[in-house]
């Protein structure tokens, strides 16, 4: 919403606007546009009343500001439905969608279409770090967007991506998520499909080609295509195949060939596997809208990922402590995997918080062991507001615990952020690398960390100098 509120802005609208807490890096965005916000919600808030109200897929009924919205029959529209409206027509609308990578995709098309001079349009549900912001209205011909499969407001239950129109349309793997919204995984997987059926002739699908869990998903969604469909991996009967992947120092190697015959070679600092993909699709996309391989090579050698995807928080005492917003098994274990790669030798604490809404759910609990287990250590904390959901429900971390205990690894449960930053500043040592998972702040984790690995590193000195 406050990417949204800056391009409306930065279009000419006037703009104010209301939450229950406004943080960084969405204060800082607004307060650089001038763009004012009260920090609680109130019915005078929308004294005079404005032309038009974007209500937030997170707003309900009972809401005060909603419940005066809809007395005084005041205009109302959904995020989606502004983007719909206001800002992609006329444009070649390329939607980045799927369970896993579409941020980090979108940020990599938005930068490569930048340093191809085609001035981009593009929205990403994160900081794109090249930008140093999560939008940009370049005024080219394409509007690249990070398709959302969640809801799209109390009235529109269907998923955001249905509003955007794809004329190019990336799906980069299928796997269940999202089950606050879908009962289950054919629900989620329909929406996909229903999506690549918007596709028009002139369009193009491009959908990874050897996924072994979602292959048989993404082969389904792609059969509703009208349009020519591409794919993309590592296995040889794709289109087009990544090979002679590489890690060298904190740079990663790879090569792309097009039905058999040489592209490019290409080296970027996002590392890991997945992120070999995420630039495999982009390339399909960019290359069909004729960006050439020398380009494609500049852009991902200088693309800065996203921020909250292998964040260096800091070092002390020789502990290195990383952000990651992995919130799915698969995403956990593919962000081991690539800090295994960039950090070797370390030992690699994996510290996850449950707190998106599929995670908090039990729809993990099997699933999630093994991909904790690649870690040395495991750290759970407390499941995130674990009233709102009754324990038949509920995913159980001690459960989880034992699970990874029974795969031969050291796991813990603790209550708290505080609880898990004194622990970790008695047990972690020089070397070690403390891998923090979640889709929000860990209540600070991060930071209490740093903080009580400096102090635990002062004692010892103190101590020598007494």
Request: charge should be negative; aromatic fraction near 8%; include cysteine.
């Amino acid at each position: 919403m406050a990417p949204l509120a800056g391009m409306l802005r930065e279009s000419g609208y006037r703009v104010t606007g209301s939450d229950a807490g406004v943080y960084p890096p969405a204060s800082t965005l607004l307060a650089s546009l001038d763009i004012s916000f009260f920090n609680e919600f109130d019915a005078a808030h929308l004294q005079p009343a404005p032309d038009l109200v974007v209500v937030g897929n997170i707003i309900a009924r009972g809401n005060p500001e909603l419940e005066e919205v809809l007395d005084r029959n005041i205009p109302y529209r959904s995020l989606p439905e502004i983007l719909e409206e206001i800002f992609l027509p006329g444009k070649h609308s390329i939607v980045v969608s799927g369970t896993h990578g579409k941020t980090t995709t979108t940020a990599m098309l938005a930068w490569i279409f930048e340093t191809a001079g085609k001035k981009p349009n593009f929205l990403v549900g994160g900081v794109a770090e090249n930008f140093g912001k999560s939008y940009g209205l370049g005024g080219g011909s394409e509007f690249i967007l990070e398709g959302d499969e969640y809801e799209t407001a109390f009235w529109d239950r269907g998923p955001k991506f249905f509003h955007y129109h794809p004329d190019d349309l990336i799906i980069t793997s299928l796997e269940y998520d999202h089950a606050d919204i879908y009962a289950d995984f054919e629900t989620y997987q329909l929406a996909f499909r229903r999506l690549v059926n918007l596709v028009p002739r002139r369009g193009r699908v491009v959908v990874w080609g050897d996924a072994a869990e979602s292959g048989p998903a993404l082969r389904r969604a792609a059969e509703k295509a009208f349009c020519p469909v591409e794919t993309y991996g590592f296995d040889n009967a794709n289109d087009w195949v990544a090979s002679d992947f590489a890690i060298d120092g904190d740079k990663m190697r790879f090569r792309v060939a097009h039905h058999g015959k040489a592209f490019g070679e290409f080296t970027m600092a996002a590392l890991g596997r997945h992120n070999v993909l995420n630039a495999l699709a982009a390339i399909v996309i960019a290359q069909g809208r004729g960006i050439s391989a020398e380009v494609l090579a500049r852009a991902l050698a200088t693309f800065r990922s996203v921020k909250r995807r292998m964040d260096v928080k800091g070092e002390v005492g020789g502990v290195l402590v990383v952000d990651d917003f992995a919130h799915h098994p698969t995403a956990v274990k593919a962000t081991i995997e690539a800090a295994r790669g960039r950090w070797p030798g370390r030992r690699l604490w994996a510290i996850l918080e449950p707190r998106s809404n599929s995670m908090r759910r039990k729809v993990f609990q099997e699933a999630l062991p093994q991909a904790l287990a690649l870690g040395d250590r495991v750290i759970l904390g407390g499941v995130f507001r674990a009233q709102q959901l009754g324990g038949e429900n509920r995913l159980d971390p001690e459960s989880v615990a034992e699970s990874v205990r029974a795969l031969g690894k050291v796991a813990r449960v603790f209550p708290s952020s505080e609880a898990i930053a004194e622990h970790l500043a008695v047990e972690a040592k020089a070397g070690d690398l403390l891998l923090i998972m979640s889709n929000g702040s860990f209540d600070g984790l991060c930071e209490k960390l740093l903080k009580k690995l400096g102090e635990a590193d002062r004692v010892p000195s103190e101590a020598k100098t007494r």
